[in-house]
């Protein structure tokens, strides 16, 4: 027999939850799930939009009594600038001979004609830099922004069109 969740209980068990964290949290869902009683675990994912994964890790720490630590900080990848000290300098070096500060001089921004994908190309045939340990472009696009470099498009040169000027009739 399994006990019924109302409204006011399935937000109270929700608020509870999401005020806490990490091992605290996994305690706490594993012991709501184990008084919802038999199927208590597909209950909480339906109702309460737990994810199940996490219920089976909590029951599994509450039964052993073991608590699995959780290492966030080891999580993700090292930026680019730690695994390639030289970098940013070197992207300064190249782009610093191609841009220009704004002709009207209303902002500091520097403008590059330079893309992203010319930089890195660059870097390769000047810096020596392998293609596999140099990052995407898109990467190397965001350094740019973060360096101060603004990629400006150069305008193209359109064509005056033609067209016959308006003749002027003389009233005699």
């Given at each position: 027999m399994s006990?019924?969740?109302?409204?006011?209980l399935?937000?109270?068990?929700?608020?509870t939850?999401?005020?806490?964290?990490g091992?605290?949290?996994?305690?706490?869902?594993?012991?709501?799930?184990?008084?919802?009683g038999?199927?208590?675990?597909w209950?909480?994912?339906?109702e309460?939009?737990?994810?199940r994964?996490?219920?089976r890790?909590?029951?599994?720490?509450l039964k052993?009594g073991?608590?699995?630590?959780d290492?966030?900080?080891a999580k993700?990848r090292?930026?680019?600038?730690?695994?390639?000290?030289?970098?940013l300098?070197?992207?300064?070096?190249?782009v610093?001979s191609?841009s220009?500060?704004d002709?009207s001089?209303?902002s500091?921004?520097?403008y590059?004609?330079?893309?992203?994908?010319e930089?890195?190309?660059?870097l390769?045939?000047?810096f020596n830099?392998?293609d596999?340990?140099l990052?995407t472009?898109?990467t190397?696009r965001?350094?740019l922004?973060y360096l101060g470099?603004?990629l400006k498009?150069?305008?193209k040169?359109?064509p005056?069109?033609?067209?016959?000027?308006?003749?002027?009739?003389?009233?005699?």
């Amino acid at each position: 027999m399994s006990i019924q969740l109302t409204d006011s209980l399935k937000k109270l068990l929700k608020e509870t939850a999401s005020q806490l964290k990490g091992a605290a949290k996994r305690k706490f869902i594993a012991q709501t799930v184990l008084e919802l009683g038999y199927g208590g675990q597909w209950l909480a994912e339906q109702e309460l939009g737990w994810n199940r994964c996490t219920i089976r890790k909590a029951t599994k720490e509450l039964k052993s009594g073991i608590t699995c630590l959780d290492n966030y900080s080891a999580k993700g990848r090292n930026k680019t600038e730690e695994n390639l000290p030289h970098l940013l300098e070197d992207i300064k070096n190249l782009v610093d001979s191609q841009s220009q500060t704004d002709p009207s001089f209303k902002s500091q921004r520097l403008y590059t004609r330079l893309g992203a994908a010319e930089v890195r190309k660059q870097l390769i045939k000047k810096f020596n830099y392998c293609d596999e340990e140099l990052p995407t472009e898109e990467t190397i696009r965001v350094k740019l922004n973060y360096l101060g470099y603004n990629l400006k498009r150069v305008a193209k040169i359109l064509p005056q069109k033609k067209y016959q000027k308006p003749k002027q009739y003389s009233s005699n």
